[in-house]
């Protein structure tokens, strides 16, 4: 089938590809990756009874942190590929074993294993990609790492579209890490252009 050119798809390829819908062989590196991720959730063993989140909760958050920061990494002109992926396996920890304690850091070099494994990654954007999950949960210190400060953005923005969210980091965390978590709301929420909520408030 060929493709219809109009005004807005002149740089669309004259041959139509037909989506993968994640099967296959023919998957992208950050595809491929999600497809990994999605399946060690689905084929997990343990229970919800012995995970700090549910399973679904874990399938939604990283998918959801997934999309925004494919739209923050196009804004912020950043590689899509390595901001998808570093978003999407920021909770690897807790996705492998249930538990938040120490989950960035512990993540990290589960994160490292799954994208060797799944290759097509350059040893530059591996690294890239661990030290994100790696520095994701110091949402109070700033970094001059963009990758890092997307992934952080991307988890306390999917995070605050969920109901009692704020409630939840008033309960579990410190104040003042709770205003920095308003703080970066706010700021993606300005950044997309969306209006101001009153969730997270400082």
Same mark, same amino acid.
């Given at each position: 089938?060929?493709?219809? !050119?109009?005004? %807005?798809?002149?740089?669309?390829?004259?041959?139509?590809?037909?989506?993968?819908?994640?099967?296959?062989?023919?998957?992208?590196?950050?595809?491929?990756?999600?497809?990994?991720? @999605?399946?060690?959730?689905?084929?997990?063993?343990?229970?919800?009874?012995?995970?700090?989140?549910?399973?679904?909760?874990?399938?939604?958050?990283?998918?959801?942190?997934?999309?925004? @920061?494919?739209?923050?990494?196009?804004?912020?002109? &950043?590689? *899509?590929?390595?901001?998808?992926?570093?978003?999407?396996?920021?909770?690897?920890?807790?996705?492998?074993?249930?538990?938040?304690?120490?989950? $960035? !850091?512990?993540? @990290?070099?589960?994160?490292?294993?799954? &994208?060797? /494994?799944?290759?097509?990654?350059?040893?530059?954007?591996? $690294?890239?990609?661990?030290?994100? *999950?790696?520095?994701?949960?110091?949402?109070?210190?700033?970094? /001059?790492?963009?990758?890092?400060?997307?992934?952080?953005?991307? /988890?306390?923005?999917?995070?605050? &579209?969920?109901?009692?969210?704020?409630? %939840? %980091? !008033?309960?579990?965390?410190?104040?003042?890490?709770?205003?920095?978590?308003?703080?970066?709301?706010?700021?993606?929420? %300005?950044?997309?252009?969306?209006?101001?909520?009153?969730?997270?408030?400082?």
């Amino acid at each position: 089938m060929r493709a219809r !050119r109009s005004g %807005y798809d002149r740089d669309m390829p004259t041959e139509l590809v037909d989506f993968h819908h994640y099967k296959g062989a023919n998957l992208a590196p950050a595809e491929e990756v999600e497809r990994r991720f @999605a399946q060690l959730l689905l084929d997990s063993n343990l229970d919800d009874s012995a995970r700090a989140s549910s399973v679904v909760w874990e399938v939604k958050h990283s998918s959801g942190c997934c999309q925004i @920061a494919r739209l923050l990494a196009q804004r912020r002109g &950043l590689d *899509v590929e390595i901001a998808e992926t570093a978003a999407l396996i920021h909770d690897i920890y807790v996705a492998v074993e249930g538990k938040y304690e120490d989950h $960035a !850091r512990r993540g @990290a070099p589960l994160a490292e294993q799954l &994208l060797r /494994d799944v290759g097509g990654f350059s040893n530059e954007q591996i $690294a890239t990609i661990v030290r994100a *999950v790696a520095e994701h949960s110091r949402k109070d210190v700033a970094s /001059d790492d963009p990758y890092v400060e997307l992934v952080k953005d991307a /988890d306390v923005f999917d995070c605050s &579209l969920y109901r009692k969210s704020e409630d %939840y %980091y !008033r309960i579990h965390k410190p104040a003042e890490v709770v205003t920095e978590y308003a703080r970066r709301v706010k700021a993606v929420r %300005y950044e997309l252009g969306l209006p101001e909520l009153p969730t997270f408030r400082p």
